[in-house]
């Protein structure tokens, strides 16, 4: 089969509801140089029977199956078997724009680069908000140039960026030629960790401004899930980053703000004993909140909590800074129930 510009890769579980919206999807794109890669993750409904149905009439589909061992696992599956000069990975659950194909189609001829960025639609579908995320200008970032635009890495700019991977246009000779897989360890910011390896890797980038992705959050997602070992996550994702700013020569200047991104990362994570998936008993979230007092993720929640003048965040500081698990957890179990009466 002949190479194509694009290869798009979708790891599907238990999706079937999504695959007919998705060949809909892909159908009107402008662009037709591409191939679409359904990687079936081990799906218990017919998620597999009917993207084989798709398959058997459509060229530009490929439907993988393989064994449930998560999606880091079924996009590394796609990346393997990817003809595209490009890659883009996409959710099933998500939704892409008409012409986001095409335009991305020309701005990488029009200016070569490594990487295509656009912005995105962040819906929650439990509280309705919307938000933008991603540039706000057009550009193309290189040299010198690419490595300042790192220094000014904002929370909000961190989540477009490095967070997600559905907003981009991958080279796939870059990650051809450096072997660049997800970790397929972690269970959380598998999408960050690849991207610090492969910005690492690059010099250049293109920038797009505008919603050409829209990425549906159901409820807090992934990341407001509790998470037994959190800290062990954390940890890597934090060497990540501080290893992509390395690279870059830029670690000592933007060393202080990451830490404080770090923290404040951390010290949600300990909240998420009040998830809904956190099955613990009281005791049982004590000791996770002891286990996170003593790991390496301790020093940087108190770092980002010793500058929040908010009388709320002092509070935690200096419970903190005692090592008092028992209370904290009193803290964050009364902090939930102030919440709730809030929204009554």
Known sequence: MKNVLLSVIVPVYNGSQYIDKLIYIFKKQKMKDFEVIFIDDGSEDDTLEKCLSYQNNLNWLQVIHTENK????????????????????????DKIEVNMYMDFCHASREESSEALVCGCIR???VSGQTVYCGPYADAVIRGEEYKRYFKD??????????DYIWNKWYSADIIRKYNLRFDESISLG???????RYFSKISSLRLLKGAYYNY???????????????????????????QLYFSLGIKDNCEDEIKRQAGQIAFGDIRTI????????????????????????YPLILNYLKDKKEIKYQIYYRM?????????????????KIKALKKL
């Open 70 to 93: 998560g999606v880091s696992h079924a996009r590394n599956i796609g990346i393997a078997a990817a003809r595209g000069t490009w890659i883009h990975f996409m959710d099933a659950d």
């Open 123 to 125: 819906k929650n579908m």
């Open 153 to 162: 890495i904002t929370m909000e700019k961190r989540y477009w960026l490095l």
């Open 190 to 196: 598998e999408d960050f960790e690849f991207n610090t």
């Open 216 to 242: 549906f959050l159901k409820g807090n997602g992934l990341s407001g899930k509790f998470q037994p070992e959190i800290w062990k996550i954390r940890d890597i994702l934090y060497d990540a980053q501080l």
């Open 274 to 297: 009040n998830s809904e998936n956190c099955l613990l008993s009281p005791g049982e979230k004590v000791k996770f909140i002891s286990n996170m007092l003593k790991s390496r993720q």
């Open 320 to 336: 903190f800074q005692f090592h008092i698990s028992a209370v904290l957890y009193v803290l964050i179990t009364i902090e939930k």
